[in-house]
């Protein structure tokens, strides 16, 4: 099978090497607007060679895009144009505003809107590794939209990934990622601006950070680009789970101005109910 | 050297078993009120007798605090009533209430106050384990208020642990650790809340949750108990450094009410500096 991964950055170069790695892809070519990120692939052996988007599309069984949301919106409609009997995906973590800008296209069913649950706060070929995905989630939006043919495809391929997959409509994909992984970022985003704004002694956070402070804080590296997309992409359900995080913060410091030990504790005693969820 | 170690949890036990494993301590007595947390901690072999504090405290060369910093600043007046020659230390995460309770004690002196920059989310005598320690950071705050003997000793213990060693008054330490520990803990059990207040279908959380929500959350099971103690204790500080936290949510906020791309960006851009601090 031939691939075209769009984008070659963490998720399509990590995705290409697992590709080459399981044995699914006789061929990687990859599709890449940025000179330096199509050097850097090549020379990482992320891919087999870099091509056009045109060209490429011809010669594939599958493209895979892995761009930023607001580029796979941009992009998926003219790919679609183009498409005969290949099988199109996209890994993009929001999934409603895709699947409704190609609701109406005639070859709507070629493609296959999914979500990876996979993910590290580095970016670029750099960042790509072998034996992502394994063992995580992969989620597969409104299957019924897709043809047989191509739900099958790649249900194959994450399955041979090591992923178990999950089945939603995109609406609900949005909905929870909003609380299982939008949110996290913007907070440890928040909480780097926080630190850097009033820590000046840089010194004294290097010195004294431990294990809590950088685990909380590590995913305020992940590329800008990447979540301002998704971000706004998901807008209303963010600013929904924003809205309720900033009420639960407003609680603690309630507690702390007026010395409510009680509640204070209370409060943490309901956060521990999160280990009945998380390992 | 005999070494009480009052209060055999996480802390408590891991200290108790560095110190046997370093061959820094012949025997380590346990103080502890919590009967089940004596049986465990005798069963699990990390101390080799529980005691009543007065007996442990006759007995010891070395008496080290490992309880909530509230109940640090209630037992720590009358321990020092009763030392004569032996050296008191504490593990407390907060410093300026506790040297300011005991500034006139006469016997002051024989006083290290002390904050080992290590910590898991897990709590009690089942926590503890080998190893802990290792290539951290630990406070010593205002060792000019200590005897030089006292300093040594605590600085010979803490190095053979592995640890490197930094030195700052009370105050200071408090304002640091407010950014680097203590914010990251507030955030995390606030969003522990947010996701469990608002998202009902908890299978999804399970399913979805992946590495970025697992780190960002992960504080979220630390003891409320030792955790509320340190917020109390801190309160001023970690007051000033909540209300900068919400007010950088909040831009987050105004940037997705009003589609404020490039400020979105920005923001994010300006996290990515956190890079320069932590690996």
Chains 1, 2 share one sequence.
Not at 206 to 219: C, D, Y
Request: proline share 2%.
């Amino acid at each position: 099978m031939t691939v075209t991964v769009v984008g070659i950055g963490l998720i399509g170069g990590s995705f290409a090497l697992a590709l080459k790695d399981k044995g699914l892809a006789s061929k990687v070519i990859g599709v890449e607007s940025d000179k330096e990120h199509q050097r850097k692939a090549l020379t990482l052996g992320l891919v087999d060679e870099v091509k056009e988007l045109n060209e490429a599309i011809e010669e594939s069984d599958l493209i895979f895009l892995a761009v930023p949301v607001d580029a796979v919106e941009k992009l998926l409609p003219s790919i679609l144009d183009k498409v005969t009997n290949q099988v199109v995906m996209d890994a993009g973590s929001t999934k409603e505003g895709i699947v409704e800008i190609i609701k109406n296209h005639r070859n709507r069913k070629r493609f296959v809107a999914t979500h990876p649950m996979w993910g590290t706060e580095y970016s670029g070929p750099e960042a790509a590794v072998h034996g992502a995905f394994e063992g995580k989630a992969t989620v597969i939006c409104s299957k019924e939209d897709s043809d047989k043919d191509a739900v099958e495809l790649v249900e194959k391929i994450y399955k041979q990934l090591g992923m178990h997959l999950v089945y939603m409509n995109a609406k609900d994909h949005d909905v929870h990622v909003a609380y299982v992984s939008h949110i996290s970022h913007i907070t440890s985003f928040a909480l780097a601006n926080t630190v850097l704004e009033k820590e000046r002694e840089e010194d004294a956070i290097f010195e004294l950070a431990s294990g809590g402070f950088e685990s909380t804080v590590r995913l305020a590296k992940s590329n800008p680009i990447t979540w301002a997309s998704i971000f706004m992409q998901n807008r209303e359900n963010v600013l929904d789970v924003l809205n309720e995080h900033i009420s639960q913060l407003r609680k603690f410091k309630a507690c702390l101005e007026k010395e409510n030990y009680d509640y204070l504790e209370e409060l943490m005693i309901n956060a521990n109910k999160i280990k009945r969820i998380i390992k």
